[in-house]
C-alpha cells in the first residue's frame, strides 16, 4: 500500500509521528509531502528530528501569505505531486490550510482521501480551523475521529458511514514522550531559577488573540499579572503581531522564550503549576498530562476537558487571574481521547 501523507504546521507533525512508525512497521511504502505552511525550524525541523520522523519526500516550500493565498498556492503544487505518486490514502491531519489544500487537491484527482482527527467543532464559523475542518470533512471519504464526541458531530452532519472512531494519535505521542522525558526539568527554566509548580506555561498565537490590538494587549496584561512567573513560548506569528500592535511582551511576570522541542514542551508542562493557551492541542496535552489548562476562547472543540474539569474557557482580565489561580481539579481516570493505540487503528482501517 502507497500512503501519501501532507503536513505543515507543528501539531501535523505530532500526529504524524505514530503513523509514519506504523506505516513503517507494516512495510507500507510512505511519502511525507511538507507544504512548508510552518518554516520556521523551531516549528518545523525540530519536530521531525525530536520525533523521529523520516524527512519529508517533498518540500513545497510555501512559507507565509493570506489564506486564499497560501491555500491556492498548495493547491497548484500539490496537484504535481499527487499525480506523480497516485497514492491508495491521501492523508490529511487536522485543519490547517494545508489540510484543506490536500483533501481538495486529492479529491478532485479522484484519489482516496482520509481525514486524521477528523469531527471536531468549536461552531465558531469565524475560525480560519472551522472552515477548514467542515470542508475536509465532507470531501474525505474515511473520517478518522478521535473521540466519540467528534463521530456524533459527523453523524449530525450525514457522515456516519465514512467515520472510524480511532483514538487520538496525539494521545499515542504524548504517552511515548512523557515516558522518555521522565523527571527531566528544561535548562531555561531552572536558568531562570524557576522550581517545579513554581511557573505557568503559555501560548497565544490564534487570529482572534493576535489580530485585534486592543484584545492582543489585553492578554498579554493579563498574563503579566498571574501570582507567579509566566514563560510565553512565543510563536512566530505573536512576536510578529505584537510588534505591529506595539504590544510588550516583556511586562510583568512574563518570561519569553522561543518554541522548544516537543519533548522540551511537554517536560516543561508536566512541572508547571498550570497552562495558559489558545492552542487546541496544548488543551488536550494539559489534560493528558493532568496539569490545570486555562484556555483564552470563548469555544473548544475538546469539550471532554471543560466537562472533566481541567481546562476552563476565560476572556482575558479578571477571568483569566481566577482561573489560572484556581486549584487543582480533583484526579480522574477518564480517558476520552484514547489508550495511545490509535496509529495502529489508523492503519487498520486504511487496510481494511
Not at 93 to 114: C, E, F, M, Q
Not at 175 to 199: H, I, N, T
Amino acid at each position: 500500500m502507497k500512503i501519501l501523507s501532507v503536513v505543515g504546521a507543528r501539531p501535523q507533525f505530532v500526529k504524524l509521528a505514530p503513523i509514519a512508525s506504523e506505516a513503517a512497521q507494516r512495510n507500507h511504502e510512505h511519502v511525507i509531502v511538507h507544504t512548508g505552511q510552518h518554516y520556521d525550524p523551531r516549528l518545523s525541523d525540530v519536530f521531525f528530528t525530536e520525533l523521529g520522523i523520516p524527512a519529508p519526500d517533498v518540500h513545497l516550500g510555501v512559507g507565509s501569505g493570506s489564506h486564499g493565498k497560501q491555500t491556492g498556492a498548495m493547491l497548484a503544487s500539490l496537484d504535481d505531486v499527487l499525480e506523480e505518486h497516485q497514492p491508495d490514502w491521501t492523508v490529511v491531519y487536522g485543519d490547517t490550510n494545508s489540510t484543506l489544500a490536500a483533501a481538495l487537491s486529492a479529491v478532485k484527482l479522484h484519489l482516496p482521501v482520509a481525514h486524521l482527527e477528523a469531527g471536531l467543532r468549536s461552531f465558531n464559523r469565524r475560525m480560519p480551523e472551522e472552515h477548514n475542518r467542515i470542508l475536509t470533512d465532507h470531501a474525505a471519504d474515511l473520517l478518522l475521529a478521535p473521540t466519540q464526541v467528534a463521530a456524533d458531530h459527523l453523524a449530525a452532519e450525514g457522515l456516519a458511514d465514512r467515520t472510524r472512531v480511532v483514538g487520538d494519535v496525539m494521545t499515542d505521542v504524548l504517552l511515548d514522550v512523557r515516558a522518555r522525558v521522565g523527571d527531566s526539568f528544561p535548562e531555561f527554566l531552572s536558568s531562570q531559577g524557576l522550581a517545579r509548580f513554581g511557573y505557568y506555561v503559555a501560548t497565544i498565537h490564534r487570529a482572534e488573540n493576535t489580530d485585534n490590538a486592543e484584545r492582543l494587549r489585553a492578554i498579554l496584561k493579563s498574563l503579566g499579572q498571574v501570582n507567579l512567573p509566566v514563560v510565553l513560548y512565543a510563536h512566530p506569528r505573536l512576536v510578529a503581531r505584537a510588534r505591529d500592535h506595539q504590544a510588550d511582551l516583556n511586562q510583568g511576570n512574563l518570561l519569553v522564550h522561543p518554541p522548544v522541542a516537543y519533548p522540551d514542551l511537554v517536560s516543561a508542562v508536566l512541572s508547571a503549576r498550570g497552562v495558559i493557551s489558545d492552542s487546541g492541542g496544548l488543551q488536550k496535552e494539559a489534560f493528558l498530562l493532568r496539569v490545570p489548562c486555562t484556555t483564552v476562547r470563548t469555544e473548544t472543540e475538546w469539550v471532554e476537558t471543560v466537562s472533566l474539569g481541567w481546562n476552563e474557557l476565560v476572556e482575558p482580565g479578571e477571568a483569566l487571574l481566577i482561573s489560572a489561580q484556581r486549584p487543582r481539579p480533583a484526579d480522574t481516570d477518564a480517558s476520552p481521547y484514547g489508550d495511545g493505540n490509535a496509529a495502529g487503528r489508523v492503519l487498520d482501517a486504511f487496510e481494511a
